[in-house]
């Protein structure tokens, strides 16, 4: 499995962004897919989780300013932001669960920022 996210970039506090995650091989359908993000100098943390059948968990900090969502046709997991902070900053990375086992994508710098 291999994971590609793209979409990261600087934008204004208020603003929004819309990051992509594009996986390869059979199993994504079959996976939870998450979004997770590390600012400087703190661990990486869940900010949204969509499983299988669709159902979504989200970090407290994201709650009615993020959405996910996937498309198990094109094999690629989306993370709309909206309302974006300046605490948002971090670089993100998609994760593909699947029976416990998790791969990782590179990251993708967002910069929320004035």
């Known amino acids: 499995v291999q994971l590609q996210a793209s979409g990261g970039g600087l934008v204004q506090p208020g603003g929004s962004l819309r990051l992509s995650c594009a996986a390869s091989g059979r199993i994504f359908s079959f996976s939870t897919m998450g979004w997770y993000r590390q600012a400087p100098g703190k661990q990486r943390e869940l900010v949204a989780t969509?499983?299988?059948?669709?159902?979504?968990n989200f970090a407290d900090s994201v709650k009615g300013r993020f959405t996910i969502s996937r498309d198990n046709a094109k094999n690629t997991v989306d993370l709309q932001m909206n309302s974006l902070k300046p605490e948002d900053t971090a670089v993100y990375y998609c994760n593909l669960d699947w029976l416990n086992k998790i791969w990782w994508g590179q990251g993708t710098l967002v910069t929320v920022s004035s």
């Open positions: 969509i499983d299988s059948i669709g159902s979504t």
